[in-house]
């Protein structure tokens, strides 16, 4: 293990001229350039797409909501997950506490669990609750998911018209906002696409306004080819951040209303073996280390942001043992925090978790450890830094004195920045954040983008939204919309709606329940997961929130559970709600494989496999997603693992097979980390010490068979079903 040190200058966001007379701003603000940039493309009648590359923490969501607070637009923002969702909608109500907007906008965030509860406590129907909720808001807040579904017509009955809902939402509201969209991969970007065409073709033009940091290149070489007229707002191109070498050239930006986003941060590189347990066990060795700089460097906050949930579940207990000594707060922020867990973490002195939420906007912070999946997660984890001088606490200014990071990387990393004859950064050196951030994306391991998949699989998604449009209620209305989507559809996706047609009745033929699950994973935004199960965890602290539901391969690896029934766990579901008086959600749990108990996260992960009774040789050698029965899991040290089988071995998989290692296959296709994919043996292999097959199920399979020409030795043929 080694490690090295580099000094980040801060950064300072130029700001915006000749601000429109319309434009109201609370007392003492301004505008950044990207700001006011944002605000006049949004105004401008030839523009239909808006694309924000604006860093981290440079006030996006201002320029976002900014014609909103001014009483003009009725908006609807997109965050991929809930808890962006939520932390979003505490930033939009403040803004509007402070702009003070004459029509005073109403705020609605919608999830899935919140639809849920409206909809039992009002006594209406999803559809209903949708439409009743949309339609007393001027700023609705919820996830890319429930869009996609809602103009997939998901809500409604057979009997309704499709467009009963997407129609009236598409002309009510103005501008719809995706942010972080650099998280998503090419299936989702695919559906935002296949929506938007939607939208552009039975509706007015309308607003698109894209927030990311690092914008995804697919999705603006799309969105040109459909004809949608796009204008990028890049700060860095136009020289519009400043990175000060001077304390006297930081005042003399000041005094000039340039605003600071990121505070100087020195930044520690620690190179590690790129297993699942390094991390977390040099953050035990080096936990003194830790302690000291809150001792060193009093009225410090700090984070520690992990890849692994079961990891962070770990080391949370360890460090509130230390820190307690010493009277410092430990708190959680995973994305499977409840609530009360949240709030609790906002007062401590230290976080560890998984999301980044919450870190470097409410809970401000001057010291931060973290792990990352790739070059976007390194830069977007690295921003939360900085952000502030301070904090209050009790009415009193806390200021921080310094700012520093610990990066836990790889080790190539490490080597490809620091070592060799001619390195890009050296020990000590001092940089600007741009030359920094290029250097990550250059030498971090190139992941796979997956280009393949719209040619293969977006169509799937634009023939169920022309059937929809083809429905006898509104068939009429959309005659000629219906022409322009799918003509449009096939020249973007480079595909031939007739043969994606063929594939899905071919599909649905050969399936042996009704609506076969490839064309359903394809046609989803996020695909379905057929290995989910319910969880009732008994390490978390509030009762409201042990009620989860966790991926049978994470169950298997990193918990110790307890099998349980379905009418147990709804029954404690339905006792838990009526006695703490708070309505729990239990539609995610109709879906689910079976149920559990979590006890605790284990310390150690055990061994598995998935396991095939059959010969996996012609199932490899056939190259296409397949519909599996019969799958089992091997783990000998598992005692439930026999209950589990009984129910897994009779549910058909949409599964992709290769016949390689997945070591072998991670590294050729230069997979995401987290990409879900598996070991798996047949009959004449289950003795193998290595697993010769690997396996991806739902969208991941999709993915897979993206890339599997690469295994062939041959071209990147049509696509045959």
Not at 510 to 520: H, P, T, V, Y
Request: hydrophobic share 35%; glycine share 6%; with cysteine.
């Amino acid at each position: 293990m080694s490690s090295y040190s580099i000094q980040l200058k801060s950064i300072y966001s130029c700001p915006g001229e000749e601000i429109p007379k319309d434009i109201n701003l609370p007392q003492g603000w301004t505008l950044a350039w990207h700001q006011l940039e944002t605000l006049k493309a949004l105004r401008n009648p030839e523009i239909d797409v808006v694309i924000n590359t604006a860093m981290t923490g440079d006030g996006k969501s201002l320029a976002a909501y900014l014609e909103v607070l001014q009483g003009n637009s009725y908006a609807i923002g997109l965050y991929p997950t809930n808890e962006l969702a939520r932390d979003q909608e505490i930033q939009t109500k403040r803004y509007i506490d402070i702009f003070q907007p004459r029509n005073e906008p109403r705020v609605t965030r919608l999830s899935g669990a919140d639809l849920e509860i409206y909809a039992e406590n009002e006594g209406l129907k999803k559809s209903t609750a949708i439409s009743t909720r949309t339609h007393q808001s001027e700023v609705v807040l919820t996830n890319p998911d429930i869009f996609h579904y809602l103009h997939r017509g998901a809500y409604l009955t057979a009997d309704d018209s499709p467009d009963k809902l997407w129609g009236r939402i598409d002309k009510d509201f103005d501008l719809f906002i995706l942010d972080e969209f650099h998280v998503f991969a090419a299936p989702q970007i695919a559906s935002v696409i296949n929506t938007m065409l939607l939208i552009r073709f039975t509706n007015r033009r309308k607003k698109f306004l894209f927030l990311s940091a690092t914008p995804d290149e697919n999705l603006i070489g799309k969105l040109q080819k459909a004809g949608f007229r796009c204008q990028v707002i890049n700060p860095l191109d136009e020289n519009k951040y400043r990175f000060p070498d001077s304390l006297e050239e930081s005042k003399e930006l000041e005094t000039q209303k340039w605003r600071q986003v990121s505070r100087p941060i020195s930044l520690n590189f620690i190179s590690l073996e790129p297993s699942f347990k390094d991390s977390e066990n040099w953050l035990k060795e080096n936990s003194s280390l830790i302690l000291e700089y809150f001792q060193n460097h009093l009225g410090s906050k700090g984070a520690i942001i992990l890849n692994s949930i079961a990891a962070v579940k770990r080391l949370v207990p360890f460090f509130e043992e230390l820190f307690q000594e010493h009277n410092l707060n430990v708190g959680e922020n995973t994305g499977l925090s409840g609530r009360t867990q949240k709030e609790l973490s906002l007062a401590a002195d230290l976080v560890l978790g998984t999301s980044t939420i919450d870190v470097g906007v409410d809970f401000k912070i001057n010291f931060l450890i973290f792990e990352s999946a790739d070059a976007g997660n390194f830069i977007q984890r690295l921003g939360r830094l900085g952000r502030h001088n301070g904090y209050e606490k009790d009415g009193k200014d806390i200021k921080f004195d310094n700012y520093t990071a610990y990066a836990l990387i790889p080790n190539f990393l490490v080597e490809r920045l620091f070592q060799g004859d001619s390195p890009p950064l050296q020990e000590n050196g001092i940089y600007n954040r741009p030359f920094f951030h290029n250097q990550i994306i250059e030498k971090y391991r190139q992941i796979n983008d997956f280009s393949g998949y719209y040619r293969r699989w977006a169509g799937v998604q634009s023939i169920y939204i022309s059937k929809k449009l083809n429905h006898k209620t509104i068939k009429q209305q959309y005659v000629d919309s219906v022409k322009e989507f799918s003509k449009t559809c096939e020249s973007v996706f480079d595909t031939k709606l007739n043969s994606v047609a063929k594939c899905i009745k071919a599909w649905n033929e050969l399936s042996d329940k009704k609506g076969n699950s490839i064309a359903k994973d394809a046609a989803s935004f996020r695909g379905s997961s057929s290995l989910l199960y319910g969880i009732y965890d008994l390490t978390e602290q509030n009762e409201a929130d042990r009620f989860k539901t966790y991926d049978l391969p994470g169950i298997v690896a990193n918990l110790d559970i307890e099998m349980w029934t379905e009418a147990g766990f709804i029954r404690t579901l339905k006792d838990t709600a009526s006695r703490i008086k708070q309505p729990i959600p239990k539609g995610r749990f109709s879906y689910c494989l079976g149920f559990m108990k979590l006890h605790s996260y284990r310390e150690e992960r055990l061994n598995w496999k998935f396991i095939y009774p059959e010969d996996l040789k012609s199932v490899a050698d056939s190259w296409k997603v397949k519909v599996l029965k019969g799958i089992e899991i091997w783990q000998p040290d598992n005692p439930w693992i026999g209950e589990i089988n009984k129910r897994l071995k009779k549910q058909g998989l949409v599964c992709y097979v290769l016949r390689n290692p997945v070591t072998e296959i991670r590294m050729r296709l230069r997979l995401p980390m987290h990409f879900q994919i598996y070991p798996i043996c047949d009959k004449y292999s289950i003795n193998d010490a290595t697993a010769p097959y690997s396996i991806a199920f739902s969208q991941s399979a999709l993915l897979l068979d993206t890339l599997a020409y690469t295994f062939k030795g041959k071209g990147d043929e049509a696509w045959i079903c």
